[in-house]
């Protein structure tokens, strides 16, 4: 009797238990609940707590509260001037509508593959309609950093018109306008990788490798120039240091000569014999700097120079 006592109360409690834990629950944060009953949603619960259902016959579906993410896989796709690349991209969301979520989706995994739908299509199609510049840009705005490396017909950027930023912007906005209808807000949308194609991926370098050349070349021009520029300078600095210093030079020893000949002037001059006693001394000097013994002078007869061998031979 006593066996069958404690049975009956065992059973009782765990009827209680069975009753209570059914009844109860609990919504914790960054957590939201749909509430379906025999299948069919009911309501939802979006504050934390604790809350109470009708047990057996409610079921508590939970449900993020929390922002998510999607990474979307690596995609190749062609560009509007014909040049396939592969675009990788991310973006932030969360459940806006918990009821209309849970109605056309139930679970996460579904909500990932719809954002794989419309965010992979809708990327393809901007892409798709923009060329390759404009998705590889970041903005329209952007100079160059040196402009004296272009003429008028020459530009190192090409100019371009809308962007990445803003292409990125044209599909979060078409997006999250198609996301709404079930229950998701978008939040944010970035292209996070953009790659050339492997197999255009050498022209393309090579390309880029040309382009570099190019600038490169251009730059060894310009530097060429400057330096002959540079050069010319100096050498005209040069010849005119050594021409001014030449001329300096021929002055002081004018200069030194006049002085020299005042001198010997002041020194034999005064009398005729001191200025014959001269004369005679500079026409030895004079005979000495032309004269040697392989030297061959042809003299007038009325020649300074001859005066003095004349009047030694008549003597």
């Not at 016959?57 to 922002?67: A, D, L, Q």
């Not at 382009?211 to 040069?238: L, P």
């Not at 006693?277 to 002078?297: G, S």
Request: charge should be neutral.
């Amino acid at each position: 009797m006593k066996k069958a006592f404690g049975f009956i109360i065992a059973a009782l409690v765990l009827i209680v238990l069975l009753f209570v834990t059914g009844t109860v629950y609990t919504v914790r944060e960054g957590q939201q609940v749909v509430l379906t009953q025999f299948g069919k949603p009911s309501g939802t619960i979006t504050e934390a707590g604790l809350h109470f259902k009708l047990p057996f016959i409610v079921k508590v579906n939970v449900i993020e509260k929390r922002f998510l993410a999607w990474d979307g896989e690596s995609a190749q796709m062609p560009t509007r001037d014909k040049t396939y690349i592969q675009v990788d991209t991310f973006a932030r969301w969360k459940i806006s509508d918990p009821l209309l979520y849970f109605k056309t989706l139930r679970d996460e995994r579904s909500a990932l593959s719809r954002l794989t739908d419309i965010l992979g299509s809708e990327t393809r199609n901007a892409v798709a309609k923009h060329d390759l510049l404009e998705v590889v840009r970041s903005t329209k705005d952007r100079k160059p950093e040196r402009t004296d490396l272009q003429n008028e017909k020459e530009a190192v950027f090409e100019p371009i018109k809308i962007g990445r930023r803003e292409i990125e912007k044209n599909v979060f906005e078409i997006a999250k306008t198609k996301l709404e209808d079930i229950g998701i807000e978008l939040l944010d949308l970035r292209f996070k990788r953009i790659n050339y194609n492997q197999s255009v991926a050498p022209q393309i370098y090579e390309q880029m490798i040309s382009e570099r050349q190019q600038i490169a070349e251009r730059f060894r021009s310009e530097g060429a120039g400057e330096a002959a520029r540079t050069m010319g300078k100096m050498e005209r600095e040069v010849k005119r240091i050594e021409s001014e210093a030449y001329l300096k030079i021929q002055s002081i020893l004018g200069e030194a000569d006049a002085e020299s000949t005042r001198i010997y002037a002041e020194a034999y001059g005064g009398t005729p014999e001191r200025e014959s006693f001269y004369e005679f001394v500079k026409t030895l000097e004079a005979y000495d700097k032309i004269l040697d013994e392989n030297t061959t002078v042809i003299l007038s007869t009325d020649s300074d120079l001859f005066k003095l061998l004349k009047g030694s031979k008549s003597e």
